[in-house]
């Protein structure tokens, strides 16, 4: 599967922002997708994941009830609605898939296999 993210741009503190990420290929239902973020001089870091199938969703600590993730199967396309950004949500954030991929595994990169190219998001103070 190939995928793609977009949305990203310079926000306010306070804004919100809606990232995108489309997938083409056979499947996609199979996949579990996430979404991580990279800060300047930062490790990536799990931002949130949406299960293959059901679609059960996790969240980032930091999240707190802030981003929200959806998926849309028919269209291949997984959502990413962050609202009240701050500074700190400064980062590239990727997209990333694997298949058949378990909850207690979504939130380390190591097992995505399929990557994003990446969309900046910047927020500003």
């Known amino acids: 599967v190939q995928l793609q993210a977009c949305g990203g741009g310079l926000v306010q503190a306070g804004g919100s922002r809606r990232l995108s990420c489309s997938a083409s290929g056979r499947g996609f239902i199979n996949y579990t997708v996430a979404w991580f973020r990279r800060a300047p001089g930062k490790a990536r870091e799990f931002v949130s994941a949406v299960k293959y199938g059901v679609g059960t969703t996790y969240y980032g600590d930091f999240v707190k009830g802030r981003f929200t993730i959806s998926r849309d199967n028919d269209k291949k396309l997984v959502y990413l609605q962050m609202n009240s950004l701050q500074p700190e949500d400064t980062a590239v954030y990727y997209c990333?898939?694997?298949?058949?991929?378990?909850?207690?595994?979504?939130?380390?990169?190591?097992?995505?296999?399929?990557w994003g190219q990446g969309t900046q998001v910047t927020v500003s103070s």
């Open positions: 990333a898939a694997a298949s058949f991929l378990h909850g207690d595994y979504y939130s380390a990169d190591r097992y995505y296999n399929f």
